[in-house]
């Protein structure tokens, strides 16, 4: 068995996936580069290239803006941008730690605060000269952002999100016409601002019906495509340049993005896409086909210990050992990395699994702690981990029903958000996180 740095190669290569040679040999060389860690999250380069590019062909004619806000839902902007920013017309982000991000990676791609910026955020992207379109939804919010642009002498980009479907934040309200209407000429009118472009969100979308006429979503897409016509034909008399639509998360791309309701209007159009990116839509009820997971989070056995039959693993001594007493591994990581919303891991009434690297499952024991996880140290083969072993936490490789992958992940924490899961695991001080 071959040890260094705390890496170790695993029980035995037999079975194993290339994958995994390539996700060991990168996270040793990261190991030796940052020091030892017990979680190891490589986030999967040739995945998420093969990923974007089905996403950009499935989109036709409309352009991608890549959603990388939570630093790339915890995979890390700066590992993420390299391999994805030819693919995009637009990338959209949060805190202006993630546009100093971006640009510091040589990419001129256009920037989308999907947030409304603070006077401070605003005034520091100017300064910094990232370009960056801010998002805005109120008349002293355009007044705000106008007098920026008139004391730093810049004509600022502006993008305008509509609250056509209940989000109820980050949107102008359409309801009363005249408001709206008045709103709109007001920024078209001011000398120190450009409506690049017109978006909406559909908070409804992941559970939508789009062949039904009647289906909420696809009301409020079709309002909004009527209200964008308005706006387009207001800025035209103008005289200022037509905006952009930009519609759509991974799951309303994935229902409404061949419904052709957008395209009809003829505008310049791209999709905000972040979870299918990172392949996080399987188990959605409009998946995006063809995608995998990019983040696979593997943990370090730190001790194997033997119990007898009858002790009690966990809070509320949820496991009891039977038969002739049993293995258990711990890994050097615990829930806490999840928040302690997710203690409940290994409680479910569905038993939960890690798997080795050969695809053999290792049992979740009693409800987890928040600095130690307990797994049975026997695979259902039979083979034992060892202290300094790797097992995977989240991985999509492999074809057991009980593969760890984030959604299904997110389905025993009890319906979570894969994103939460992700940039829980990305940005732990327990992570090492790496490309391979
Ligand atoms: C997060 C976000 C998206 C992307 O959502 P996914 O479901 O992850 O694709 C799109 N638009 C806005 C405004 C967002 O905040």
């Known amino acids: 068995m071959y040890r260094r740095n705390g890496i170790v190669s695993t029980m035995t290569n037999r079975g194993k996936l290339p994958y995994h ?6 996270a040793r060389k990261a190991t030796e580069e940052h020091g030892n860690f017990p979680m190891l999250v490589g986030i999967h380069g040739d995945m998420l290239v093969r990923n974007v590019s089905r996403v950009r062909r499935r989109l036709g004619s409309r352009t991608l803006c890549a959603v990388l806000k939570g630093d790339a839902y915890g995979h890390g902007i700066r590992l993420v941008v390299p391999h994805i920013a030819r693919f995009c017309s637009h990338i959209a982000f949060v805190d202006n730690s993630e546009a100093a991000a971006i640009r510091a990676a040589g990419t001129d ?7 409304i910026g603070t006077p401070g955020e605003i005034v520091e992207a100017i300064e910094k000269g990232w370009n960056v379109r801010e998002t805005i939804c109120s008349r002293d919010k355009v007044a705000e952002v106008n007098g920026i642009g008139r004391r730093l002498d810049r004509v600022i980009e502006v993008h305008v999100s509509l609250d056509v479907a209940g989000l109820g934040r980050n949107g102008l309200p359409v309801d009363d016409a005249g408001t709206l209407r008045e709103a709109i000429s ?25 062949s039904d006429r009647n289906d909420a979503s696809r009301r409020a897409l079709e309002k909004f495509a009527s209200i964008a016509r308005e706006i387009a034909a207001m800025i035209d008399l103008e005289g200022k340049p037509l905006p952009e639509i930009s519609a759509y998360s991974s799951a309303s791309s994935s229902a409404f993005g061949a419904s052709g309701i957008l395209e009809e209007l003829g505008l310049p159009c791209f999709d905000r896409i972040g979870n299918s990116l990172f392949g996080l839509t399987s188990t959605a009820k409009h998946p995006e086909p ?15 210990v033997f119990r007898c039959s009858g002790s009690t ?30 203690q409940g ?20 024991l009693g409800r987890q702690s928040m600095n130690i996880a307990a797994i049975r140290a026997r695979d259902d083969m039979g083979r034992a981990l060892s202290s300094g072993d ?34 829980s695991f990305g940005s732990s001080p327990s992570s090492l996180r790496f490309l391979f």
């Open 290 to 304: 063809g995608t995998g997971q990019v983040m696979h989070a593997a943990a370090l056995v730190c001790d194997r």
């Open 21 to 26: 040679h390539a996700f060991e040999a990168a």
């Open 390 to 423: 790797l097992v995977y936490l989240t991985t999509d490789w492999g074809s057991s029903e009980h593969m760890p992958s984030v959604p299904r992940l997110c389905d025993l924490l009890g319906g979570v958000q894969t994103e939460f899961v992700t940039s």
């Open 313 to 342: 693993i966990g809070y509320e001594q949820t496991y009891m050992v039977g038969g002739e007493g049993e293995e258990i591994a711990l890994l050097g990581v615990g829930w806490l990395t999840l928040s302690r919303y997710c």
């Open 345 to 364: 891991v290994g409680k479910t009434e569905t038993p939960a699994f890690v798997i080795n690297d050969s695809g053999g499952r290792h049992l979740l």
């Open 186 to 210: 007001f920024i078209a009118s001011r000398n120190n601002l450009r409506l690049a472009s017109i978006g909406c969100h559909l908070p409804l979308a992941a559970q939508s019906t789009p």
């Open 109 to 115: 791609v256009k920037l989308l605060r999907l947030r």
